[in-house]
């Protein structure tokens, strides 16, 4: 296993989403395989950045490599990994990974995949532990519409293994 060089989460949220699918990620010592995630930038109208900075999406601005965590609905944490330009505000949300021993159902989803994980707020501006273990994903990523949001629904920013 290899770890993945601070340049790689240093470009475009758009371009890491992607190249993350099959990358495997490490968080309080469970490995789990990357499978499906979203790229947001700050000329998103459904990104946390789109309005500017604020104290909840701070972490989102840079640097990156780091985790953006933070809480929806009130009950579910959603792990994000910072991406592009200090000060630029995109992310790469993730969505599904798989987990040894793990039933895919209960890491598929965004709120699902941190409650395995035991991922909180407080893992939000950690360093993130990316690693890239040679293994080539098995089939071309599905690319479409991001889910779950009302804004800028349509744009093709969804990748998945299927």
Not at 128 to 137: N, S
């Amino acid at each position: 296993m290899q770890r993945l060089p601070p340049t790689f989460a240093e470009r475009d949220a758009v371009a890491v989403a992607p190249d993350l699918l099959d990358k495997l990620i490490v968080v309080h010592g469970v490995v789990a395989r990357v499978s499906e995630v979203e790229a947001y930038t700050a000329d998103d109208p459904a990104s946390h950045s789109f309005n500017g900075r604020t104290a909840r999406n701070a972490t989102m601005f840079g640097p990156a490599g780091h985790w953006y965590v933070y809480l929806i609905y009130g009950m579910h944490h959603c792990l994000n990994l910072v991406t592009g330009p200090d000060g630029d505000g995109q992310a790469v949300l993730v969505r599904a990974v798989e987990v040894p021993g793990v039933a895919p159902a209960l890491t598929r989803g965004p709120g699902r995949l941190t409650k395995v994980l035991g991922i909180d707020r407080t893992l939000d501006g950690a360093v993130a532990e990316l690693f890239d273990d040679g293994t080539p994903p098995p089939v071309a990523p599905r690319i479409g519409p991001r889910v779950g949001i009302s804004k800028a629904a349509d744009w093709p920013r969804r990748w998945r293994l299927p």
